[in-house]
Antibody, heavy 113, light 112 residues
Framework: VQLVESGGGLVQPGKSLKLSCSASGFTFSSYGMHWIRQAPGKGLDWVAYISSSSGTVYADAVKGRFTISRDNAKNTLYLQLNSLKSEDTAIYYC????????WGQGVMVTVSS | DVVMTQTPPSLSVAIGQSVSISCKSSQSLVYSDGKTYLHWLLQSSGRSPKRLIYQVSNLDSGVPDRFSGTGSQKDFTLKISRVEAKDLGVYYCAQTTHFPRTFGGGTKLELK
């Protein structure tokens, strides 16, 4: 199993960013997937979940601003981040499965002017 | 939201010592299927989290049997016997019974 995140970077408040998580080593279409973030020096903070059938659930802190999606043909998970705030600054991890089976290496998102 | 209270926040241990970490949830973690979706993760320094134990007591592949998980309903414990240097890092409990998913605050295991 391998999960590789990409798309992070420095972005101004109010702007947008799209993260990707490329999956391999398992049947991607059969598994739900999560995004989880970790602010610098802090603990883990769950962001969103998408089921194998593309049902979605979001944390209140990101509802209406972030959108999780998947492309099973490309074995890729996405997170669209809109209306970014400074408090969204974090490492963003994708994780496989209902039980956080495997995690990617993470991608840094910094929201600052 | 389910609040996960993890104690202690830090532990200083000598190599070979045994330690226990507690994780208490504000609600029962038993799902409607009868299973308990409480897991333990380890985040070594500068690395991404790695799951060690799933559903209270099931060790992931490659995890030594020095690790054990016990508990039920709202009260869970991770025990590490004969701590080795590679066990150091931050341990998190996590629940995937309820949405939103939540994590304990972490327990930092470091060398005495």
């Amino acid at each position: 199993v391998q999960l590789v995140e990409s798309g992070g970077g420095l972005v101004q408040p109010g702007k947008s960013l799209k993260l990707s998580c490329s999956a391999s080593g398992f049947t991607f279409s059969s598994y739900g997937m999560h995004w989880i973030r970790q602010a610098p020096g802090k603990g883990l903070d769950w962001v969103a979940y998408i089921s194998s059938s593309s049902g979605t659930v979001y944390a209140d802190a990101v509802k209406g601003r972030f959108t999780i999606s998947r492309d099973n043909a490309k074995n890729t998970l996405y997170l669209q981040l809109n209306s970014l705030k400074s408090e969204d600054t974090a490492i963003y991890y994708c994780a496989k499965g209902y039980r956080f089976d495997y995690w990617g290496q993470g991608v840094m998102v910094t929201v600052s002017s | 939201d389910v609040v996960m209270t993890q104690t202690p926040p830090s532990l200083s241990v000598a190599i070979g010592q045994s330690v226990s970490i507690s994780c208490k949830s504000s609600q029962s973690l038993v799902y409607s299927d009868g299973k308990t979706y409480l897991h333990w993760l380890l985040q070594s320094s500068g690395r991404s989290p790695k799951r060690l134990i799933y559903q209270v007591s099931n060790l992931d592949s490659g995890v030594p049997d020095r690790f054990s998980g016990t508990g039920s309903q709202k009260d869970f414990t991770l025990k590490i016997s004969r701590v080795e240097a590679k066990d150091l890092g931050v341990y998190y409990c996590a629940q995937t019974t309820h949405f939103p998913r939540t994590f304990g605050g972490g327990t930092k295991l470091e060398l005495k």
